[in-house]
């Protein structure tokens, strides 16, 4: 099974600046099959990247991801007011797919 | 427009076997390809994946729960179910499921709002 490790586990910033979220996986799966999702207190996660760098549909261009292999980097480019969430990433090059444990982003 | 909706207990005892049904809408299982996934998450803890369910009858389970969970899938009636057994209070969640949009990536997308099942006796 491949372990997401994510880091930081919480990151404090305000609007405005540039937030960068990182996911490390324990071995390489298949090379991009990495995603992140957005998830806000009591609300389902949102898809936000697939395959490592490929916006989802309806996601500003100030989200972008990039990596392959067992490094992949999410960064929010201005935060918003509404880009405060935890962010997680999955991997599903490998099963069972796995998830990381998150990062907090706060102001 | 996708959505997906999960139904079911909200409160089941240990030893119990829970049976939730997810509900879904804008797409189906007859077109190759597509899937439909359970996750859970734990009050306070990270996401986990359960189980998969494909178009093509095809079923993939997570090793650590394969025991205890059954995924089954009605395409007439646009549902998925999944059961797991010998519920115990660890299994308290947020249960929620999603579609699985393209073969051979397994993201999902859009997800369900979730349904909160305790287990307590």
């Known amino acids: 099974e491949i372990v997401l490790t994510q880091s930081p586990g919480t990151l404090s910033l305000s609007p405005g600046e540039r937030a960068t979220l990182s996911c490390r996986a324990s071995q390489s799966g298949s090379s991009s099959y990495l995603a992140w999702y957005q998830q806000k207190p009591g609300q389902a996660p949102r898809l936000l990247i697939y395959g490592a760098s490929s916006r989802a549909t309806g996601i500003p261009d100030r989200f972008s991801g990039s990596g392959s292999g067992t490094d992949f980097t999410l960064t929010i480019s201005r935060l918003e007011p509404e880009d405060f969430a935890v962010y997680y990433c999955?991997?599903?090059?490998?099963?069972?797919?796995?998830f990381g444990q998150g990062t907090k982003v706060e102001s | 427009q996708i959505t997906l909706k999960e139904s079911g207990p909200t409160l089941v005892k240990p030893t119990q076997t829970l049976t939730l049904t997810c509900t879904f809408s804008?797409?189906?299982?007859?077109?190759?390809?597509?899937?439909v996934g359970w996750m859970r998450q734990p009050p306070g803890k990270a996401l986990e994946w359960l189980a998969v369910a494909y178009w093509n009858d095809d079923k993939r389970y997570s090793p650590s729960l394969k025991t205890r969970l059954t995924i089954t899938k009605d395409t007439s009636k646009n549902q998925v179910v999944l059961t797991m057994t010998n519920m115990d209070p660890v299994d308290t969640a947020t249960y929620y499921c999603?579609?699985?949009?393209?073969?051979?990536?397994?993201?999902?997308?859009?997800w369900g709002q979730g349904i909160l099942v305790t287990v307590s006796s």
């Open positions: 999603a579609h699985r949009p393209l073969p051979g990536q397994n993201w999902f997308d859009p």
């Open positions: 999955q991997q599903y090059g490998s099963s069972p797919w796995t």
């Open positions: 804008g797409f189906s299982l007859y077109t190759s390809g597509v899937g």
